[in-house]
Structure formats: structure tokens, C-alpha cells
């Protein structure tokens, strides 16, 4: 009999990251705790993450693609959007020709992967194809009657931006089904949900669906956070938390902050994620995790190592020293903690979560910067604010703070 794997951790606390399709038949989730999906499914196999092996089968993938054509709307490393129309106009392959194609050229470049393909007249119905095709095959649906066919008992929650919370109104008013939701009047589902939810809904009930495929688009904001590992204690920490691991309820405390000016300045960067941290005034030992998120960027126009659209600061998009930001905030830093850089980054705001009292319990606290900071950054400083610091701006933080 095949046995079920899914990728995660081999603790018993660690979730499921991913979980194949003989997992998911023994009711084994993404997300779920390792421990409850192997009271699910005894014969669980449990493998570790290959993140290199990963990239590579992705950027196969992505290389394979844009051999075809360059009309590709990127969804994860391995889901994307292609517009063929051209290169099936171009070639006069059937869409099932091409999707035969594609599939086998992805299984022999990436050493065995096999891929699902749904085509469709537009995005949605070609993701709906997608999910019908999977684990390993392809479905062409471009007949008006095999939509509305595929449509007619489709649970509502499978059209995009429909949440639990959205799914249980909807069910409440009798619309359970696209089928179902179809019958509705705007006007009405208006009134209950507002009409641009009440429009887009019944559009995707429909079938119709009029985004294009964006080759690109431009980052409006950029973001990381991290909770602390609750399962860890330093062996020098100086002070007990109230519970050891922190559990319980956590509140999180928001603030943000906006610049006068765009900059991608890493000196005044640090000046305000100060004045933030100070103002929120959190005990370290009462720490959750970390965030930090800046939002309302703008292209800079002088330059990836300069100053933003306005002025920015002078400096040059100068490095921040995260070690002596984190042991201004941590009164219990230790020293000769690794050091980062912060550059080409514009500050918004942050945001904080101490833990209630419930329980007896206190956990940590999270930054969080979300408002409406403005901020410059060019495309490469950009990027490398993405792949290089924000990753690691929580983390040398976190060192400071672990207990």
C-alpha cells in the first residue's frame, strides 16, 4: 500500500507544510499539527525540507515557460499564469496539445515532477481547470456549456476571495453554490455585502473574469516578521518569563509612523523605528515575535544607492546596524551578537503584541509595521532589501531577545 508523506519537521508540535495527496486522503491538512495527522494517518512518513532542490525544480520550471512565451504571471515557485493565445495562434496546436507538451517537458527538465494544466478563457476558469486536473493531468475548458456545467455545483469558497468568514454569509442567504449564487440580484446581494463584492461574486459565479495576465508588477510594500521559538530557553538568559514558552492569549499593539519625506536613508530609518519602540514602552521578557513592514514605496529617482524622490536624508542609502538597534531596545542584549545591514529601505511603522492575562499566561510581543509610511527605494535596492534583510532583520533581533 502507498504511504502517505508530507514535508515537515519530526517533532510532534511541528505543522504540516505540505501534504501529498495519500495524506489528504487520511484527513491530513496543511497547516494541521504533526501530532494529530499521525493519529490520522499512523503510517505517516515524515521528510525534511530540500529548499535548494525546490529553486531549482522552480526555475526549471519558470526557464521551461518563458521559452514558450514571456506573457507569465507569477503565483508561487511553482503556480503561474500563462497567456498562450498567441503561441496557439502561432503554431496552430490544439490547447490540449499544448498542455500535453508543457507537462512532459516539465517532468523530464525537473527529474520527475509531474505538473497539472487547466486552460481557460480567462484566469479563473483556467485555475478551476487547474484544481480539477491535479494530482497529474490537464482539462481544457473553454466551452460556455462545460463552464457553467463545472460551475453550477462548485462550493462558493472555491472562487477567489472567498474566505470562511465570507463562505458562512453567503451560505446563510442561500448561496451555498456558484449554481445558486447565479439566481441572485445585485441589487440584493448589494445590500447584505456592498456592491463591488456582490458584482465580483456573481461575475465569478458566472465564469467571467477580466484580469490579464501581469507579466510584472510593482512591490507597494515589503514585510517580515517572526515568532520567537517559545520551545527555546538561553542557557545565560537573565531574567524567567511569567510562564515558561509564553503561552497564552497575545494582544498585538500596533503603531506606525510617516515620513515627511521619501528616503531610503538607514540612519533615519533607525531614528524612527526608536521613537517607535520607545513609545511603545514593551517589557522584553513579555515578547511574542518581531515584525516589521513598510509600505507606499515609490521608484527612487537618483539612483539605487540614493536618496528618495524628495530628498531623502543625504545619506545614500547607508547601512543600519541591526545588532546596535537590537541592543538599544533589548535592555538584557547580550554582546558580540552578529551583526546586519539595513539599506535601501523605508521605514513605515511598527506594531506590537503583548500577551493578556488569561490563563495567568504572558507571551511576547510582535512588531509589526503596517500604515502609512512613505518610502523610495529603487529596484535593485529593492530587492536587496528583500533577499538579503528583511529575512534576517527579525532574526538578528530575535537573538537578543530569546529567553
Same mark, same amino acid.
Given at each position: 500500500?502507498?504511504?502517505?508523506?508530507?514535508?515537515?519537521?519530526?517533532?510532534?508540535?511541528?505543522?504540516?507544510?505540505?501534504?501529498?495527496?495519500?495524506?489528504?486522503?487520511?484527513?491530513?491538512?496543511?497547516?494541521?499539527?504533526?501530532?494529530?495527522?499521525?493519529?490520522?494517518?499512523?503510517?505517516?512518513?515524515?521528510?525534511?525540507?530540500?529548499?535548494?532542490?525546490?529553486?531549482?525544480?522552480?526555475?526549471?520550471?519558470?526557464?521551461?515557460?518563458?521559452?514558450?512565451?514571456?506573457?507569465?504571471?507569477?503565483?508561487?515557485?511553482?503556480?503561474?499564469?500563462?497567456?498562450?493565445?498567441?503561441?496557439?495562434?502561432?503554431?496552430?496546436?490544439?490547447?490540449?496539445?499544448?498542455?500535453?507538451?508543457?507537462?512532459?517537458?516539465?517532468?523530464?527538465?525537473?527529474?520527475?515532477?509531474?505538473?497539472?494544466?487547466?486552460?481557460?478563457?480567462?484566469?479563473?476558469?483556467?485555475?478551476?481547470?487547474?484544481?480539477?486536473?491535479?494530482?497529474?493531468?490537464?482539462?481544457?475548458?473553454?466551452?460556455?456549456?462545460?463552464?457553467?456545467?463545472?460551475?453550477?455545483?462548485?462550493?462558493?469558497?472555491?472562487?477567489?476571495?472567498?474566505?470562511?468568514?465570507?463562505?458562512?454569509?453567503?451560505?446563510?442567504?442561500?448561496?451555498?453554490?456558484?449554481?445558486?449564487?447565479?439566481?441572485?440580484?445585485?441589487?440584493?446581494?448589494?445590500?447584505?455585502?456592498?456592491?463591488?463584492?456582490?458584482?465580483?461574486?456573481?461575475?465569478?459565479?458566472?465564469?467571467?473574469?477580466?484580469?490579464?495576465?501581469?507579466?510584472?508588477?510593482?512591490?507597494?510594500?515589503?514585510?517580515?516578521?517572526?515568532?520567537?521559538?517559545?520551545?527555546?530557553?538561553?542557557?545565560?538568559?537573565?531574567?524567567?518569563?511569567?510562564?515558561?514558552?509564553?503561552?497564552?492569549?497575545?494582544?498585538?499593539?500596533?503603531?506606525?509612523?510617516?515620513?515627511?519625506?521619501?528616503?531610503?536613508?538607514?540612519?533615519?530609518?533607525?531614528?524612527?523605528?526608536?521613537?517607535?519602540?520607545?513609545?511603545?514602552?514593551?517589557?522584553?521578557?513579555?515578547?511574542?515575535?518581531?515584525?516589521?513592514?513598510?509600505?507606499?514605496?515609490?521608484?527612487?529617482?537618483?539612483?539605487?544607492?540614493?536618496?528618495?524622490?524628495?530628498?531623502?536624508?543625504?545619506?545614500?542609502?547607508?547601512?543600519?546596524?541591526?545588532?546596535?538597534?537590537?541592543?538599544?531596545?533589548?535592555?538584557?542584549?547580550?554582546?558580540?551578537?552578529?551583526?546586519?545591514?539595513? %539599506? =535601501? +529601505? #523605508? $521605514?513605515? *511603522? @511598527?506594531?506590537?503584541?503583548?500577551?493578556?492575562?488569561?490563563?495567568?499566561?504572558?507571551? /511576547? &510581543? !510582535?512588531?509589526?509595521?503596517?500604515?502609512?509610511? %512613505? =518610502? +523610495? #527605494? $529603487?529596484? *535593485? @535596492?529593492?530587492?536587496?532589501?528583500?533577499?538579503?534583510?528583511?529575512?534576517?532583520?527579525? /532574526? &538578528? !533581533?530575535?537573538?537578543?531577545?530569546?529567553?
Amino acid at each position: 500500500s502507498e504511504k502517505a508523506s508530507c514535508g515537515s519537521l519530526h517533532q510532534s508540535w511541528s505543522e504540516v507544510a505540505s501534504c501529498s495527496y495519500a495524506a489528504r486522503a487520511c484527513g491530513v491538512r496543511n497547516g494541521m499539527l504533526l501530532g494529530r495527522a499521525r493519529e490520522l494517518c499512523p503510517e505517516l512518513i515524515t521528510v525534511p525540507y530540500e529548499f535548494e532542490a525546490y529553486e531549482a525544480a522552480s526555475s526549471q520550471l519558470y526557464r521551461l515557460l518563458g521559452e514558450f512565451t514571456h506573457s507569465l504571471q507569477a503565483v508561487s515557485c511553482d503556480e503561474l499564469f500563462v497567456d498562450c493565445g498567441e503561441l496557439l495562434r502561432e503554431t496552430g496546436a490544439s490547447p490540449a496539445q499544448l498542455a500535453c507538451l508543457v507537462r512532459k517537458e516539465v517532468q523530464e527538465r525537473t527529474g520527475g515532477c509531474t505538473a497539472s494544466c487547466g486552460l481557460g478563457p480567462n484566469l479563473l476558469v483556467a485555475r478551476l481547470a487547474t484544481k480539477q486536473a491535479k494530482p497529474d493531468g490537464q482539462r481544457v475548458l473553454l466551452d460556455p456549456a462545460g463552464i457553467a456545467e463545472l460551475l453550477r455545483d462548485l462550493p462558493v469558497r472555491e472562487l477567489p476571495g472567498v474566505g470562511r468568514a465570507l463562505e458562512a454569509r453567503l451560505t446563510s442567504l442561500g448561496f451555498g453554490t456558484c449554481g445558486l449564487l447565479r439566481g441572485a440580484q445585485v441589487s440584493a446581494l448589494g445590500r447584505e455585502l456592498g456592491p463591488r463584492v456582490a458584482q465580483t461574486l456573481l461575475d465569478a459565479a458566472n465564469g467571467r473574469d477580466d484580469r490579464p495576465v501581469l507579466a510584472e508588477r510593482e512591490r507597494k510594500s515589503i514585510s517580515a516578521e517572526i515568532n520567537y521559538g517559545a520551545m527555546m530557553r538561553r542557557s545565560d538568559a537573565p531574567q524567567e518569563t511569567a510562564k515558561f514558552g509564553g503561552h497564552g492569549v497575545c494582544n498585538t499593539v500596533n503603531k506606525s509612523v510617516a515620513l515627511p519625506l521619501d528616503t531610503d536613508d538607514a540612519r533615519l530609518l533607525l531614528q524612527e523605528c526608536m521613537i517607535i519602540v520607545r513609545q511603545l514602552r514593551l517589557a522584553p521578557q513579555d515578547m511574542r515575535g518581531l515584525g516589521i513592514h513598510m509600505t507606499r514605496l515609490v521608484p527612487a529617482t537618483t539612483g539605487s544607492g540614493g536618496s528618495g524622490s524628495s530628498g531623502g536624508g543625504g545619506g545614500g542609502g547607508r547601512s543600519m546596524d541591526i545588532s546596535r538597534f537590537a541592543k538599544k531596545v533589548n535592555p538584557f542584549a547580550a554582546s558580540g551578537s552578529a551583526a546586519s545591514s539595513l %539599506s =535601501g +529601505a #523605508t $521605514s513605515s *511603522s @511598527m506594531s506590537g503584541a503583548t500577551s493578556g492575562s488569561m490563563s495567568g499566561a504572558t507571551s /511576547f &510581543y !510582535v512588531w509589526r509595521t503596517s500604515g502609512s509610511m %512613505s =518610502g +523610495a #527605494t $529603487s529596484g *535593485s @535596492m529593492r530587492r536587496h532589501f528583500q533577499r538579503s534583510i528583511v529575512p534576517h532583520f527579525p /532574526f &538578528y !533581533v530575535w537573538r537578543h531577545f530569546r529567553f
